[in-house]
T-cell receptor
Framework: DQQVKQNSPSLSVQEGRISILNCDYT??????FLWYKKYPAEGPTFLIS?????DKNEDGRFTVFLNKSAKHLSLHIVPSQPGDSAVYFC??????????FGAGTRLFVKA | GAVVSQHPSRVICKSGTSVKIECRSL??????MFWYRQFPKQSLMLMAT?????????EQGVEKDKFLINHASLTLSTLTVTSAHPEDSSFYIC??????????????FGNGTRLTVT
């Protein structure tokens, strides 16, 4: 049972444009959501997070939006840069217990 | 920031042998560490939660006798894949949460270990 789903395995975007990565979840008890970025042969690194009491969190070029009624969150990267090319994982946790990850979306930013 | 170091980064072993993977928190003490496994193009699957000084908590479907976890100190957790078989070939990653931070703080990950069983 996949509690966190990233239905797009890959996304290709032109440099300077907006990248939108989507994530859906099924567990309404999740109260904390995170996005991680991963390069090949490395562990994931934390990018940005959002608490369930908020609907938006922004950090520089990265913004995460949360729609609790739809159980959907998205990561917006604008403007996209070639260095943003990586695999992005959506993750969720309930009261700080185990963190559940989606399958990841591979982002390609073309120069 | 919090750093988690994992060793080795790659290991190739013969079927039937055992492999130990180490996970260290370098600049903080971690009472809890998490072991994940990733298959190609798939999600990070939580295998077990490693607890310092007590038994690990395994996720459903993970064989505790196959994947031995020892968390002997506040900075070291080890995962031993016993009697490895080709189907155990995977990418194993450990992580920890700085205990000084809030319970909802992000996980810090090691760089992972690519295990290949021939």
């Amino acid at each position: 049972d996949q509690q966190v789903k990233q239905n797009s395995p890959s996304l290709s975007v032109q440099e300077g444009r907006i990248s939108i990565l989507n994530c859906d979840y099924t567990n309404s008890m999740f109260d904390y959501f995170l996005w991680y970025k991963k390069y090949p042969a490395e562990g994931p690194t934390f990018l940005i997070s959002i608490s369930s009491i908020k609907d938006k969190n922004e950090d520089g070029r990265f913004t995460v939006f949360l729609n609790k009624s739809a159980k959907h969150l998205s990561l917006h990267i604008v403007p996209s840069q070639p260095g943003d090319s990586a695999v992005y994982f959506c993750a969720a946790s309930e009261r700080g217990f185990k963190t559940i990850f989606g399958a990841g979306t591979r982002l390609f930013v073309k120069a | 920031g919090a750093v988690v170091s994992q060793h080795p980064s790659r290991v190739i072993c013969k079927s039937g042998t055992s492999v130990k993977i180490e996970c260290r928190s370098l600049d903080f003490q971690a009472t809890t560490m998490f072991w994940y496994r990733q298959f190609p193009k798939q999600s990070l699957m939580l295998m077990a939660t490693s607890n310092e000084g007590s038994k690990a908590t395994y996720e459903q479907g993970v064989e505790k006798d196959k994947f031995l976890i020892n968390h002997a100190s506040l900075t070291l957790s080890t995962l031993t894949v016993t009697s490895a078989h080709p189907e155990d070939s995977s990418f194993y990653i450990c992580s920890a949460r700085d205990p000084g931070s809030s319970y909802n703080s992000p996980l810090h990950f090691g760089n992972g270990t690519r295990l290949t069983v021939t």
